[in-house]
Structure formats: C-alpha cells, structure tokens
C-alpha cells in the first residue's frame, strides 16, 4: 500500500552544498527576504506571538469570570479584552499560522522553486505587525482600546463608539491588504507554478484547501475593507450608511458584515482540513479516502458559505421566509462537511494505525470539531437559536471549531512538519504531554460553557448571576491549564530548532508527497529543477 | 490552463522529462503572473465595489419585499378604489427617544381603529425641554414588517426636520390609509418612531 519514495535526488544534493547562497546575515535576512521558507517562518513566529497574546487576554478574562462580582477589571476594559482577543485570534493567530504553512508548504508540495510573487510576500508580511502594533497600541491611548466586539456592530462601532473606531479601521485595513496580497500569492502559485506534469487532481488536498480558502479571502476581504470603510466615513465623515437619523439601516451593517463574516468562518477552517487530511493517511499508512470528494466537498462548503449569513442575525425581525432559507442552507454544510469526516474516518479504517503526536492532535481535531459542527447545527435551527443567541453557548460552539478545530490542525501540522522545517525531532515525550494536557484542559474549558448557554449566561458581560458560579470556576480553571499547556508547545518548538535527534529526509514511514523528498531540514532553496514525473505520482493521494 | 496541463500530463509519461515547460520558464512564466494577478486584483477590486453596492441594493430589496418595515419616506397620494367597512384594522403608535435628545415626544392617541382605505389623521406632541435648539428627525418603522408596504403616509412629519427653539413646543400631523390589500392575516398594526437628534448633522 505504502510505497517508499526516492528520497534525496541527485538534485536536491546539487542544492544542498550552496544552500547559504543568497542568505543575508542578522536582521536584514529576515527584513528583506523573498525566501518562501524564511517568510513562512516569519508567519508563524508571528502567529504565535499573536497566539500567546491574545491568549494572556483570555486569561484574564477568565481571571475576571472565576467567581461572580467585579473583582479585576473595569467593565469598559474587559469589554476591549473580548474584542481585542477575538480580533488578534482570528486575524493574527489562526490566520498568519495558515499563511504560514501555506508558503513553507505550498512551493514544496507543487515542485516549484518559491512562490509566484516573492516581493509581494515580503511585504504581505511585513504590513502585518504594523497592523497590530496600531491595534495593540490602542490600549495605552486614552481612549482605550475597541470595546465593541470583534464584530464591530454599528452603531456600538459608530455612535457609541469609545474613539478608538479610526485605529481599528486602519488596523482592519492593513490585515486585509496583508490577506489579499498573501491570497493573490497563493493563487497565482497554485496556478502557475506547479511542476509540469501535477495537474490539478493530482494536487495534494493540503493545496486544494489553500487554493480555494484563497479564493473565499479574495472575494470576501474587499467586503470587509468597504464595510470599516462606511464605518470610518459614518463615525468621522458624517455619511449615514448604519445612521438611521440620517437615513441609513443599522441592520445593514449586520447583513454586510456577515456577508465578509462567514466566508471568513471557512477561511478558519478549510486549510485545517487540508493539514489533517495530509495527517490522517500518513499515520493509517493508506491513501486519502475519497480524495475526489473531498475537492468537491471543500468547494461545496466555500460555495455554501457565500448563502448562509444570515444565520447570525436570526434574532433581528427577519420575515419566515429569510428563517427558514437561512435555516436550510445552514443546514445543508452539514452534508459536504460530514462527507469530509466520514472520509478522515473511512481512511482511519483497517489500517496501521500508530498515535505520533501530529496523529494524536488529528484524531482529537476529528472528534471535537465534530462536537463543534454538532453544535453549529443546533445554532442553525432558527427556533432554537432565539434561545442560544448571544450565549454562551455560542461562545462552545466557536471556540470548539476555532480552538480544537483550526488550532489543533496547526498543532497537528507544525508536530508533523517541524523535522523537515528544522531538521531535528521534535522531543516526543514533551509533545505528549502539551497534547494531553491540551485535550484534558481544552475540554474542561469549553464544554461546560455549553451548559451555561444553555442556562442563559450572555456572553461578552463581565459579571454574571450566582446559579453559574461552579461551572465558571470550572472552565476558569481549564482555561488557565490550557493557557499554561500552551507553553510546553514554546518549549518543544526552541528545543527542536536548537538540537534534538536528526531527522531523516521522510521522518514518517508512511507519509506521501514531494516535501518528503527533499532533505530534512529543506534546502534554503528547493526544486529549483522540476521534480520527476515519478515522485508526482508518487505524490499522488488518490487511491490506487 | 487546465487543458495545457492535461496535455503536459500526456506527454509527460513514465519517463519524466525535465524540460521546463512554459510554466517553468523565466520571462513567459512572470507575464502568466502578471495576467492572473492583474485578473484576480480586478475581482478585488469588484467585491469592493459589491460591499458599497450592497447598500442600496439593501434599501431597494426592502422596498419591494418590505422586509424591515421601512414605510414611504416622501409623500403619497390616495390611490384607494373605495373603503373596506369590512375589516378593521388597529393601528398603534408608539414613540421613542434615541439616547441624547431631551424632548418630550408623544403620539396624543396610543391608538386608532381604520377600515382599508380610510384616510385618518393623527398628530403627535413634541417639545423640546432643553436650553438648546435642537433639530430633530423622527424615523418611522411599521411592525410587522410585511406591512409596512400597506401602509401609505400622505402627510408626515417624518418626511422633514423638525427645529424646535430651547422649550418651544410643536403638535405634529399624520395623514396615512391603510391599503386595501393588506394581508388577511394582520389585523393589528404597529407604528414606532424613533427620534433623532440631527442638529450637528445638518449644521
């Protein structure tokens, strides 16, 4: 079933001897790179800066939530925490760590050189920590930082707003600019640059998820640039888009966001589906079942996406029609996404399991990101969500897709590619422990909440009434576990940058796909000569 | 693109070749570049466009579906064909203050009964108690919102400002009919204004 691929061709060895060349030396190597390893290396560092950021917000959240009353903060200011946290996780954590993988990956998977636009990919980047810095920076002006919500709903973000609307929607626009241009990138790469002879279904699902979770970026951040931009002209210009005084329709802020807003769900979650279904056949030693439909699952789901986002905003005075036209749809990405698990599980079938650490976070994302898409479809049943709307039970809900979905799948796929970005193992008895703790302390953190949605705790409100102060304590507790769990990973990552047991070019013995076939750590520059056509169907995930 | 590829994929049997293809080559491989970037900036650019586009999009929408309750924003003629002494149609009127503006604002009657295609007149209270003048907009909505599109204002004082001097008070009129073909089912319609405090906008 497995077949051994030719590692090490007499190409790569060309390469290995002058891999320095071309490298610039201290800060200006990494400022002025075009290197599609080092600039991946650039998003991920930067994510998990962001990561570890926005989680010490989260921790006093949690700190502030462990027993009812006010004990920590101002209202105001865990008001900038919950926003804060939401905007740097989505757009500073999840999204640079697929970035990330997307330009270590993505040259390596196809047999091309670099990516197709290295000078733009510089500056994709490098915009990026002046979008935060502006972010962060908010918090130590007078004014304070947002507090309106990751959402941003005008006219919390427009009339109300604490004077903080301009710095989030500049910050806003830069992301945006970084996504679109790292979007554009992924494209024209996937597009132009694969090796003669890897046709488009010959392309490993990792690539597919990418290609289209950059169409979904590239279709939707525009939206997202216009809608902070009525936002900005609203707050500063006098124009009245979300003004009713003046005209305008604050419902419609909610209909324009959500159009950005859900696309941007699956931006979060398609290129997990990607890492995970590289991982899943590796450690069963088989091919992907069903990699065909898989294709057309992911772009059933990128489709779907576009038709649902009105499912956020059940709860504002839609006509039945709109409900149950929103409901169904909603309901209908159940149908792709469960043929996606049915075919991680099927791949899983009869075959040689064994439980490495990039398996274990894998088998984890398959069982909780279920329980997340469970729960999305009992948010999905109009009737039911006038319950659950700004609970806490939506708060379950997310963090399960985000948390134990996208971000178990970056774990997963960091554990399964650090020996070829580094060239060393990783310490397995760590990474064992980061993912148990992990899992133990991810769960205690969130499932509790979904019975305190369920019971009626709001969300985003720093103070809440004495029935909910056990199950509170309780996912405080996970909260701080995970958060402290989440260090161990710090720890395995240095230690295997710094040393560790050298890693052969093909670590895992039943890994398919080019990366695989060039030495460990990847030369500065790979592929610089086409692969051959036999590493390609080697390559290949379809079944045989 | 693709057909390209399928025929490099034939051509390319079991023993590769390592000629770079077009794909592959320097100079016509940038200019593949720049077309698809140029392409995909244009989309760009269109989903842009298509937020702002949204907008009105939005308000024609509702017009024509009557979505989110917005009634007539400029006046209406009387196109009723006759009066419906059949039904009788409760129409409440409710009033409410957007945060910041000091008035006192009011319907004089909480209530009315109409048959379809009866013109009343209602008037509302307003006096603005601060030590400003003060601008000030009333914005109506119509709950449920399928009727707001049977609901025809012939004279409102919604359609313009309304400058109240520091404790000046003014008695303002409705002139509306409810349409003849208004759906069986409602029997009860509800008439919200909010009101605005405009006076920095319109300076």
């Given amino acids: ?544 | 693109m693709s057909t390209d590829d399928r025929k490099n994929d034939s051509q390319h049997g079991s023993k590769a070749k390592l000629a770079p293809d077009k794909n592959n080559d320097g100079s016509s491989a940038s200019a593949n570049n720049t077309k698809t970037v140029k392409k995909l900036l244009l989309v760009v650019v269109a989903m842009f466009g298509f937020g702002f586009a949204l907008v009105p999009l939005y308000d024609v929408f509702c017009d024509i579906t009557g979505l989110n309750g917005k009634t007539n924003s400029t006046a209406v003629d009387y196109t009723a064909t006759g009066i419906d002494e059949s039904r009788t149609i409760t129409v409440q009127f409710i009033t409410r203050n957007a945060k910041g503006i000091p008035w006192q604002f009011e319907p004089v009657i909480n209530e009315i009964t109409v048959h379809p295609g009866e013109i009343k007149v209602v008037s509302f209270y307003a006096k603005n108690n601060s030590q400003h003048d003060i601008i000030g907009q009333a914005v109506p909505s119509v709950s449920p919102g399928l009727a707001a599109n049977y609901f025809h204002k012939i004279e409102c004082f919604c359609f313009t400002q309304q400058p109240l001097k520091s404790l000046e008070d003014v008695e303002m009129t409705l002139q509306f009919y409810v349409d003849l073909d208004l759906p069986k089912d409602i029997n009860t319609l509800t008439l919200s204004y909010t009101l605005y405090d405009i006076t920095e906008k319109s300076s």
């Avoid at chain 1, 030495?519 to 051959?532: D, E, G, I, M, N």
């Fill in chain 1, 1 to 544: 079933m497995t077949t051994d691929v030719i590692v090490q061709d007499s190409h790569d060895e060309h390469h290995d001897d002058s891999h320095e060349h071309g490298k610039m030396t201290g800060i200006k190597r990494w400022l002025y790179t075009t290197n599609h390893k080092d600039i991946g290396t650039l998003y991920l560092w930067f994510a998990f800066i962001m990561f570890l950021t926005g989680g010490a917000m989260a921790m006093v959240i949690r700190a502030e939530l462990f027993q009812p009353g006010l004990q920590l903060v101002e209202p105001d200011f865990f008001n900038q925490l919950t926003t804060v946290h939401g905007l740097i996780m989505v757009f500073g954590a999840i999204m640079p760590a697929f970035t990330g993988f997307a330009n270590w990956m993505l040259p390596m998977m196809l047999g091309a050189p670099d990516m197709a636009l290295p000078r733009m990919n510089n500056w994709s980047f490098w915009i990026l920590p002046f979008a935060f810095a502006i972010l962060l920076g908010s918090f130590f002006m007078e004014s304070g930082a947002p507090n309106f919500g990751w959402t941003f709903y005008a006219p919390l973000s427009t009339t109300y707003s604490n004077g903080s609307t301009a710095f989030f929607v500049f910050a806003v626009h830069i992301m945006g600019i970084s996504s679109i241009m790292g979007a554009i990138n992924i494209v024209v790469t996937i597009m132009n640059m694969r090796a003669p002879g890897m046709t488009y279904m010959k392309m490993p699902l990792f690539v597919w998820t990418f290609f289209i979770t950059a169409y979904l970026l590239i279709a939707v951040m525009p939206v997202l640039a216009g809608v902070v931009t009525m936002l900005l002209t609203d707050t500063y210009f006098g124009t009245s888009f979300f003004d009713a005084a003046g005209g305008g329709d604050p419902v419609l802020f909610q209909h324009i966001f959500w159009f950005f807003g859900h696309p941007e769900v699956y931006i979060m979650i398609l290129p997990a589906f990607g890492i995970v279904s590289t991982i899943i056949p590796t450690f069963s030693r088989k091919r992907l079942f069903g990699y065909t439909s898989m294709v057309y699952a992911t772009s059933s789901i990128a489709f779907l996406s576009f038709i649902v986002w009105a499912h956020h905003m059940f709860t504002t005075g839609m006509p039945l029609f709109g409900e149950l036209f929103f409901m169904y749809c909603t309901m209908l990405i159940a149908v792709p996404t469960g043929v996606k698990v049915f075919n991680w599980v099927a791949t899983m079938w009869r075959g040689s399991l064994t439980f490495e650490t990039p398996m274990l976070f894998s088998i984890a994302f398959v069982i909780l990101f279920t329980i997340g898409g469970f729960s999305g479809l009992m948010l999905a049943m109009t009737p039911v969500d006038f319950q659950y709307h700004d609970t806490y039970f939506v708060v379950a809900h997310f963090h399960y897709v985000l948390v134990t979905g996208s971000l178990f799948s970056i774990y997963a796929g960091a554990y399964y590619w650090l020996p070829k970005w580094t060239g060393h193992m990783y310490n397995d008895t760590l990474s064992k422990w980061h993912f148990w703790c992990s899992l133990i302390s991810v769960n205690l953190l969130f499932f509790p909440m979904h019975f305190l949605g369920l019971a009626g705790m709001p969300r985003r409100i720093p103070d809440y009434a004495l029935q909910f102060a056990d199950f509170n304590k309780w996912v405080s507790i996970g909260g701080f576990a995970f958060g402290l769990s989440q260090l161990i990973f710090l720890v395995v990552v240095i230690k295997c940058i710094r040393g560790g047991e050298k890693a052969p070019a093909k670590p895992w013995d039943g890994a398919i796909g080019l990366e695989w076939t060039v030495a460990s750590p990847a030369p500065y520059h790979t592929f610089s000569t086409p692969p051959p056509q036999a590493d390609i169907d080697q390559a290949d995930q379809h079944e045989h």
